[in-house]
């Protein structure tokens, strides 16, 4: 597909208001999305799928930066309205109608019917959405899971369905657009398309992904390690950053990262979960 001139408005319009949005995330605000105890009453049937790790070029730095991603653990698919309304009735102080505004804006789970009640017609195993971080990763921590790094995520995001990285592929930022602009992907059931490389399902075509660190990439540079501090990528003209300034997908994703808190909720953004592994090899 061509890049039209609208969607590189709306990239570079969320990049802006990024600029006016930057926040850091309190650790004395992360308190009770930690304090969840781990329960096993919620009903699980998701795979973990082994990623081995590596290295990777991050989308913002330069361009002889290489991160390194340990091995890790990720769930095969995004978390169900199921799996979060078990969790929101195992744990009350979650409810829509008692969660504290720092946690948690106005429109969080807004179109459910009330505070145990999935909206009307919605489908058991569609992706959990309008949530807040907080909300995300007190619900990990309540399985002994966490939320995935921005590095992890990406990590496996450079993989299509039969290379683990396929960002030199002329198709497949643009095959990634094509599904970013399908209107209502949200309310899609969960695994219905093709995994890819690494047996991971709906990486981009049903909801955007909260991650730990979502906001990471505005308060540093190449690595992200905290020793940087490149106020370049607070606004627009940060795509001079980028190592790869033809990824419009992955601006779109930067771009929405940098332009929420950890109370938002949206309509179409929920969250998978990870965990750390021993198992260096496989």
């Known amino acids: ?11 570079f319009t969320l990049l802006l208001y990024a600029c006016n949005n930057q926040q850091k995330i309190d650790s004395k605000e992360i308190n009770i999305a930690n304090s969840t105890t781990p329960n096993n009453s919620i009903p699980l049937t998701v795979k973990m799928v082994y ?24 769930d095969e698919r995004a978390v169900t309205n199921q799996e979060f309304l078990a969790f929101i009735k195992l744990n009350p102080a979650w409810r829509k109608s008692v969660i504290k505004r720092i946690y948690a804006d106005t429109s969080y789970l807004n179109n459910w019917v009330n505070d145990t009640t999935l909206p009307k017609d919605a489908k058991l195993d569609a992706p959990i ?9 007190a619900f990990a921590k309540s399985i002994g899971k966490r939320l995935p790094t921005l590095d992890e995520w990406e990590y496996v995001a450079m993989a299509d369905k039969t290379t683990a990285n396929a960002r030199s592929k002329p198709t497949y ?9 399908q209107k209502n ?12 490389y690494w047996g991971v399902y709906n990486m981009f ?21 905290g020793q940087y501090d490149d106020k370049n990528l607070f606004c627009a003209a940060s795509a001079t950053s980028a190592t790869d300034i033809m990824n419009y997908a992955a601006f779109m994703r930067f771009a929405l990262r940098g332009s929420v808190k950890a109370n938002f909720a949206i309509a179409n953004l929920g969250f998978r979960c990870a965990k750390d592994t021993l198992i260096l090899n496989k």
Do not use: H
Not at 129 to 137: E, L, P, R, V
Not at 185 to 192: C, E, M
Not at 208 to 218: A, G, H, M, Q, R
């Open 1 to 11: 597909m061509k890049i039209n001139i609208f969607l590189i408005i709306t990239v």
């Open 51 to 74: 990623i081995p790790g590596g290295e990777y070029k991050p989308f913002y730095g330069s361009d002889s930066t290489l991160v390194k991603v340990p091995a890790f653990l990720l």
């Open 129 to 137: 959405t309008n949530i807040s971080w907080f909300a995300a990763k």
């Open 173 to 181: 930022s643009n095959e990634i657009l094509d599904l970013y602009l």
């Open 185 to 196: 992907r949200q309310y899609n059931a969960v695994k219905q398309s093709a995994p890819n």
């Open 205 to 225: 075509d049903l909801i955007w992904e909260w991650t730990d660190d979502f906001n990471s990439v505005l308060t540093t540079g190449d690595s992200r390690s």
